[in-house]
């Protein structure tokens, strides 16, 4: 069974930086490309960022490029986003996904960028 | 970038109705359209990918049609677990884009 598991969410000021970590297992990850969506209290689903099976793509939402940076690492079966420069507007559930039509969902980890 | 728009964003039903969502993208996306359903507090679960194949697991009273950039969810016999919000999302291209969402709510 495909499982991912968020991490690293929490409460930062704003400017601050996280690093969100996503654990994935039930398949194989290496062969998968994967995205990032967050989700702001009360709102809609926003794509945020993508990265391909082998890293060699990454792709960027305009509202965070040059801030946000997408990694993985194959052997750990891991995907990260490292997160500066956060802004108030950055507040919102974070959920790791597999594929280009985001076919499995983790629980979500929240982050709240407040002073 | 290619804009999804829902229609309705909201509508009452009763147990047992035939419910329909649509979906249109702003231009032709083929068949790179997928259905989720969300319940409050929870991730959004995948229900149809390729515009009308069901996830595995998905009950068969969920279907999706259309292509180009038109495209339907429907629900047969709503139940009391369908009762949730529902998103398209089109992976044509990056930016993937979602519609604003369909909230299914009880009469």
């Known amino acids: 069974e495909v499982h991912l598991v968020e991490s690293g969410g929490g409460l930062v000021q704003p400017g601050g930086s996280l690093r969100l970590s996503c654990a994935a297992s039930?398949?194989?990850?290496?062969?998968?490309?994967m995205n990032w969506v967050r989700q702001a209290p009360g709102k809609g689903l926003e794509w945020v960022s993508y990265?391909?099976?082998?890293?060699?793509?990454?792709n960027y939402a305009d509202s965070v490029k040059g801030r946000f940076t997408i990694s993985r690492d194959n052997a750990k079966s891991s995907l990260y986003l490292q997160m500066n420069s956060l802004r108030a507007e950055d507040t919102a559930v974070y959920y790791c996904?597999?594929?280009?039509?985001?076919?499995?969902w983790g629980q979500g980890t929240l982050v709240t960028v407040s002073s | 970038d290619i804009h999804m728009t829902q229609s309705p964003s909201s509508l009452s039903a009763s147990v047992g109705d035939r419910v329909t969502i649509s979906c249109r993208a702003s231009?032709?996306?083929?068949?790179?359209l997928a259905w989720f359903q969300q319940k409050p507090g929870k991730a959004p679960k995948s229900l149809i990918y390729?515009?009308?194949s069901l996830q595995s697991g998905v009950p068969s009273k969920f279907s999706g049609s259309g292509s180009g950039t038109d495209f339907t969810l429907t629900i047969s016999s709503l139940q009391p677990e369908d009762f949730a919000t529902y998103y398209c999302?089109?992976?044509?291209?990056?930016?993937?884009?979602f519609g604003g969402g369909t909230k299914v709510e009880i009469k």
């Open positions: 390729a515009a009308s």
């Open positions: 999302q089109q992976y044509s291209s990056y930016p993937l884009t």
């Open positions: 990265i391909s099976s082998s890293s060699n793509t990454l």
């Open positions: 039930g398949f194989m990850f290496s062969t998968y490309n």
């Open positions: 231009q032709a996306i083929s068949n790179s």
């Open positions: 996904a597999r594929d280009r039509s985001n076919a499995n």
